[in-house]
């Protein structure tokens, strides 16, 4: 709300006149970097052309200023809300026809509908995803572990939107590189990694043929660290409730049909099922309205860590690594 220089009224920001006088608004507003009046509609300020009233934050030291700190600092989200904004992340599947002539085909097709799918054929890892933005497999697999892999760099995929598309709605902006390598550093600190690694495995292990399921990298990830076994449990659970989110989505596209093609696939390569991941599964997972207020006050807290100096030199590294792909 505003109110009027002439007869005082509150009046909505929009409004262009007073509803009470008719007074008109003179639409500025003020820098806050150098006090230079600019018009509401300014990206840039006009006097020392710093971003201002963002439509992307397009460098640092606006996403780390006063107002964004603040804007965190007192953010909340409904379940409303965050319903609509997982919604938007898979709409787009919602209009392309997922078609090919094997399941392979089929499941990397409809990864292609959200990210980039490149085949690689060099280095041990089945498949990566880099910098959120394109997911790597590798072609000389069985197509089963084709298959298995890009679900599971998907899933890498839909969580990296979904913290990304979390910051945009608190900040009201659109993705940039700038925001995007917050959330790529976020996800990479080592308790993260390890939810992020989590999920993943969870949401892919989903899709295959029971006895199938691998929690090899995220088994990987907690015998190479020190961080306490209470925390690697609260870890897990975050990571299963955002993995229980993303298959609600994912089911509605790999439904009955194509998981039975999965199946089919499974038995063609003879591949031989080793039912050991399948304790590392949990139904454990928090309320939705819990898990959203503990990761903003968790997004807080790395978007303060951050904003150091001494961390400034690794955003810019991811960002330029994000800007090459």
């Known amino acids: 709300m505003k109110s009027c220089d002439v007869c005082g009224t509150f009046n909505l920001k929009e409004n ?8 008109k608004f003179i639409t500025e507003h003020i820098c806050p970097y150098c006090g230079a009046t600019n018009l509401d509609y300014s990206t840039h300020c006009v006097r020392c052309q710093k971003q201002i009233n963002p439509i992307t934050i397009d460098d640092f030291d606006v996403l780390f200023d006063e ?59 089945r498949g990566y995803i880099f910098l959120g933005n394109c997911i790597y497999y590798d072609d000389r ?10 679900i599971h760099e998907l899933a890498h ?12 709605f608190i900040f009201k902006v659109r993705p940039s590189t700038t925001l995007q390598s917050l959330v790529w550093y976020f996800l990479t600190l080592p308790e993260f990694k390890i939810m992020n690694e989590y999920c993943a495995h969870t949401v892919e292990g989903r899709f295959v043929p029971y006895g199938f399921q691998n929690y090899g990298s ?49 038995r063609k390569d003879q591949n031989s099922p ?27 807290d790395v978007f303060k860590e951050a904003s150091q100096n001494n961390i400034r030199e690794d955003l810019e590294g991811i960002k330029e690594g994000i800007e090459l792909v």
Do not use: W
């Not at 995929?157 to 945009?168: A, G, P, R, V, W």
């Not at 939705?288 to 990761?295: D, G, Q």
């Open 67 to 125: 107002y964004n700190h603040d804007l965190l600092l007192n953010a909340e989200i409904s379940d409303f809300e965050y319903s609509e904004l997982l919604s938007d992340i898979f709409i787009r599947a919602s209009y392309i026809d997922i078609y090919g002539k094997t399941a392979k085909d089929k499941i990397l097709n409809f990864a292609s509908i959200f990210t980039e799918c490149k085949p690689k054929a060099r280095g041990y890892e």
């Open 218 to 266: 995220f088994n990987a990830l907690v015998k190479n660290t020190d961080i306490d076994d209470e925390s690697i449990n609260t870890m897990i659970v975050f990571g299963n409730t955002f993995a229980n989110e993303i298959i609600t989505y994912m089911e509605k596209y790999i439904d009955d049909d194509l998981r039975q093609e999965i199946k089919i696939q499974y």
């Open 157 to 168: 995929y839909f969580l990296f939107e979904i913290i990304e598309d979390l910051l945009c």
């Open 274 to 300: 080793s039912y050991e991941s399948i304790f590392t599964e949990t139904n454990d997972c928090l309320p939705l309205n819990l898990k959203n207020s503990t990761l903003i006050k968790i997004l807080y």
């Open 16 to 23: 262009k006149y007073c509803t009470h006088c008719g007074n």
């Open 141 to 150: 697999l069985d197509d089963s572990v084709q298959i298995a892999t890009i």
